[in-house]
């Protein structure tokens, strides 16, 4: 299956609505609960612990809708099975990626490329599930760790897009702002933009561990 099969697959077109329908409910409470937050401590424990959180069961809410499509392939044990094998699969997969997006802002020099977040989860959602594939399919020899040129790929399409993201936020945002008389909305819709902008990342490492089984 190659990346515009993928991106364009009925099953990834549906979970692209899907999360698109969940972050518009997402800033929806986002706005409320901003307007509702007085105290500082309060909002540093919803800036550093709730968003991080919300963010982290989207990301993988959508990876796990798009499996085994992400992977290029479409026949696969169901993602039910692969959670059910062991009973702190779920709660692993939802801490590291948790950790990832609570953690990555706080690491010195490439903490402060946002443009990388969102892939980096992706990233490591794919990697996990696909190591739990291989051990319920019986494959044993596979890499993880993607080509140079995939790589390059990869970063060229993250930072492009993300800028991209960013552009379409402040222009909607900056008039969300006018209408409803408040500011923010644009770090909002970018949050919501983002990953739908920078998911060919995610399905090109994707493809790339698929057809190590295929």
Same mark, same amino acid.
């Given at each position: 299956?190659?990346?515009?099969?993928?991106?364009?697959?009925?099953?990834?077109?549906?979970?692209?609505?899907?999360?698109?329908?969940?972050v518009?409910?997402?800033?929806?409470?986002f706005?409320?609960?901003?307007?509702?937050?007085?105290?500082?401590?309060?909002?540093?424990?919803?800036?550093?612990?709730?968003?991080?959180?919300?963010?982290?069961?989207?990301?993988i809410?959508f990876?796990?809708?798009?499996?085994?499509?992400?992977?290029?392939?479409?026949? $696969?044990?169901? %993602?039910? @099975?692969l =959670?059910?094998?062991?009973?702190? *699969?779920?709660? +692993?997969?939802?801490? !590291?990626?948790?950790?990832?997006?609570f953690?990555?802002p706080?690491?010195?020099?490439?903490g402060?490329?946002?443009?990388?977040?969102?892939?980096?989860?992706?990233?490591?959602?794919?990697?996990?599930?696909?190591?739990?594939?291989?051990?319920?399919?019986?494959?044993?020899?596979?890499?993880?760790?993607?080509d140079?040129?995939?790589?390059?790929?990869?970063?060229?399409?993250?930072?492009?897009?993300?800028?991209?993201?960013?552009?379409? $936020?402040?222009? %909607?945002? @900056?008039? =969300?702002?006018?209408?409803?008389? *408040?500011?923010g +909305?644009?770090?909002? !819709?970018?949050?919501?933009?983002?990953?739908?902008?920078?998911?060919?990342?995610?399905?090109?490492?994707?493809?790339?561990l698929g057809?190590?089984?295929?």
């Amino acid at each position: 299956m190659t990346l515009s099969q993928t991106l364009l697959h009925q099953q990834t077109v549906f979970a692209i609505m899907l999360y698109c329908i969940s972050v518009i409910v997402a800033i929806m409470i986002f706005a409320f609960i901003q307007q509702k937050i007085n105290n500082p401590f309060s909002r540093y424990c919803w800036d550093k612990m709730a968003l991080p959180f919300i963010k982290t069961l989207l990301i993988i809410g959508f990876i796990l809708l798009v499996y085994p499509i992400n992977y290029g392939i479409d026949s $696969a044990p169901s %993602i039910t @099975e692969l =959670l059910n094998t062991d009973s702190t *699969r779920s709660n +692993f997969l939802l801490n !590291i990626i948790f950790l990832v997006t609570f953690f990555y802002p706080l690491i010195p020099v490439i903490g402060k490329w946002e443009e990388l977040i969102v892939p980096l989860q992706g990233f490591f959602a794919s990697m996990i599930i696909f190591i739990w594939l291989c051990s319920g399919t019986g494959v044993e020899n596979y890499s993880l760790f993607p080509d140079f040129k995939t790589i390059t790929i990869i970063l060229l399409i993250s930072f492009i897009t993300h800028w991209l993201a960013k552009y379409v $936020a402040a222009h %909607i945002g @900056e008039y =969300l702002d006018r209408l409803y008389n *408040r500011e923010g +909305f644009d770090i909002l !819709i970018f949050k919501a933009v983002v990953l739908v902008m920078q998911s060919p990342v995610i399905f090109i490492y994707g493809l790339y561990l698929g057809k190590q089984i295929n």
